[in-house]
């Protein structure tokens, strides 16, 4: 397929224009500048060492991270809230492999990353040259394609191609690999003014008959959610969305990857599906006869038991990735398609041929979904005591729920892993599109940091706080001396429970309490102290009482990073819980709620 440029040229394959004398490394540079790169995140070593020189001539920004690792996250973080691809640049060897926990991220999240690597000159590749891995051969199954650059006159147009991979279709990580003679080797730099990539057709719009046939189920069905996922923030497709929900009057559930996809204070939504969901998501889902997945992918932390997910309803599948349709559950209507595209044909289909209004067409099943909602909310024991000895039993989920009392609607809140993860998912209250950044496939433990700094630079002007657990937290904190050197000042409370939790609750609820290597210690490291050798603020809280005044202290920071360590209930368990393996209609209430009927 030829797609014609972006830069408003056209020509005919071959032609090229504005030659001039480049080394491979400026060629670079300037194809990212021309890519409308603003920003990247990276750490120099020696084969990527061409690469730096003509930054410093660059209008680029360049963050200097202390970990390949944190620039992959960084990256993803300021793609996930500009919608705009994030650039991180590493050395070869130990630099391309640490960076690739992030690809895999990226590739199991949709999130649009370009990673340039250094690699060792052309004719020493293949003999165990010094830092020399086979990076293209270890990162293909985590990148949606890579690239070797053999010739630096191909280096424009890989570029070009990079991104645009990147950006269309099912979005997603890309990888570029950079041998140093084609760093430092002379070319006649021509800009590419069409791509031509045979074999690469992402998906459109729907057809007619597709539309028609969704309809049909629509009109008929009494039992319908609109199962959201996290391709509908990918094509910026809310505000189509907010139209599906007004013209046909079905509950939403919006899974962890589309939080904010739907504001969480409307009436018709039932919240988050999923092993840590709200009971109404999880058994509305369980209960519907009609699903329509709009850019979900059924994943196993939603449906619970494949074969038990949603036994009785029938399904409509959008999603751009045809390889997703059928891959987990069969759709009697599959629509490869954009999101935003599918919704807006459908939504054009429904103002032809209106529905009866949501009362009058499904008022019983709107009563069930509602009474769910109103019998089984998320809820906790109050919000903690000051233990002996200043140890701190604060409720985690309070916390989580002052930090969004106390904080603008437009705070940008992103989380690690683990426990805090589902907390700051279930009581945060999202009302705004791209205003969550968490890492949902891959659950990358470490990931709240690095992403959050790279929020904050996609959005200076917004406030960015990270929940992350004691133990994420300990994984890539170093990267606050990124944010303290570059003067990004993200805020972090971390959920300080000593404990891995997540794995702690496991042990807890199926492993007979035999709490195998989960304990890590509430003083060591000593996060206070810690935070401050980096250059942040660092706050202690072990009282409930302070967590306002400790929140509204931090937001009034806004020259260095701020660290919050809030001394949570070690035992706390999140709830509700589905069970590994189990079917959905197995959830585990709080326990306060176990006597309910359902």
């Not at 690809?103 to 060792?120: E, K």
């Not at 070797?148 to 099912?170: M, P, Q, S, Y």
């Not at 919006?254 to 904010?260: I, S, V």
Request: hydrophobic residues 40%.
């Amino acid at each position: 397929m030829v797609i014609r440029a972006r830069w408003g040229q056209t020509a005919h394959k071959g032609e090229a224009r504005g030659a001039m004398k480049l080394t491979g490394a400026q060629a670079l540079i300037k194809s990212l500048e021309r890519e409308g790169v603003e920003v990247v995140f990276g750490l120099p070593g020696g084969a990527i060492l061409p690469v730096y020189d003509p930054i410093i001539d660059s209008s680029i920004r360049h963050i200097l991270v202390r970990h390949e690792q944190g620039a992959g996250h960084a990256a993803e973080g300021y793609a996930q809230v500009t919608g705009r691809p994030g650039v991180a640049i590493v050395t070869s060897g130990p630099g391309a492999t640490n960076i690739v926990t992030a690809l895999a991220d990226a590739y199991m999240d949709s999130v649009p990353i370009v990673v340039i690597t250094g690699q060792v000159a052309t004719s020493s590749i293949g003999t165990d040259a010094f830092q020399e891995v086979d990076t293209t051969g270890i990162t293909a199954s985590v990148t949606k394609h890579n690239w070797l650059v053999t010739d630096a006159n191909d280096i424009a147009r890989v570029v070009a191609e990079a991104f645009h991979v990147a950006t269309t279709g099912r979005p997603g990580p890309v990888l570029i690999d950079f041998p140093k003679d084609v760093a430092n080797a002379t070319i006649d730099y021509v800009e590419p003014t069409v791509l031509d990539l045979p074999g690469y057709h992402p998906a459109g719009e729907p057809t007619p008959d597709e539309v028609t046939a969704a309809y049909a189920l629509l009109r008929d069905a009494r039992r319908p959610v609109l199962y959201v996922g996290g391709g509908v923030l990918k094509a910026n497709a809310a505000h189509e969305l907010a139209r599906l929900v007004e013209l046909t009057g079905i509950p939403v559930v919006t899974t962890l990857m589309a939080r904010g996809a739907f504001p969480d204070s409307h009436e018709l939504h039932l919240g988050m599906p999923g092993m840590h969901g709200n009971f109404a998501a999880v058994t509305a889902l369980q209960h519907s006869d009609l699903l329509v997945s709009l850019g979900a992918r059924f994943d196993d932390r939603v449906t619970g038991r494949v074969e038990d997910f949603a036994t009785g309803a029938r399904v409509i599948h959008v999603d751009i990735d045809r390889a997703e349709l059928g891959k987990v559950r069969r759709a009697d209507v599959p629509i490869a398609a954009d999101c935003r595209l599918a919704i807006s044909a459908m939504n054009a289909h429904l103002e032809r041929a209106p529905l009866a209004p949501g009362p009058e067409r499904i008022g019983e099943w709107l009563s069930r979904c509602k009474d769910w909602k109103t019998r089984f909310p998320y809820t906790y024991d109050g919000a903690g005591d000051r233990a002996p000895g200043g140890i701190g039993r604060i409720k985690p989920q309070f916390v989580v729920e002052e930090l969004r009392r106390l904080t603008p609607r437009d705070t940008i809140l992103v989380s690690g892993v683990g426990q805090h993860q589902m907390w700051a998912a279930q009581h945060w209250g999202f009302e705004e599109p791209r205003s969550w950044v968490n890492s949902g496939g891959l659950g990358t433990m470490g990931f709240a940091v690095p992403a959050a700094l790279g929020a904050k630079v996609g959005h200076p002007e917004k406030m960015v706080w990270a929940v992350d657990g004691d133990g994420c937290f300990q994984m890539t904190a170093q990267e606050l001396v990124t944010a303290t050197a570059e003067q990004i000042p993200i805020k972090v409370a971390i959920l300080n429970n000593a404990y891995l939790g997540m794995v702690r609750q496991w042990q807890h609820m199926f492993y007979e309490q035999r709490y195998s290597e989960v304990y890590l210690s509430a003083d060591l490291p000593d996060y206070v102290l810690w935070a401050e050798a980096m250059g942040c603020v660092g706050i202690r809280v072990t009282d409930p009482k302070d967590v306002a005044a400790a929140i509204e202290r931090a937001n009034g920071i806004n020259d260095r990073p701020v660290v919050i360590d809030f001394r949570t209930d070690a035992m706390e368990q999140v709830f509700p819980m589905v069970p590994s393996g189990a079917s959905n209609d197995e959830i585990l209430v709080h326990p306060s709620q176990a006597d309910q009927p359902r």
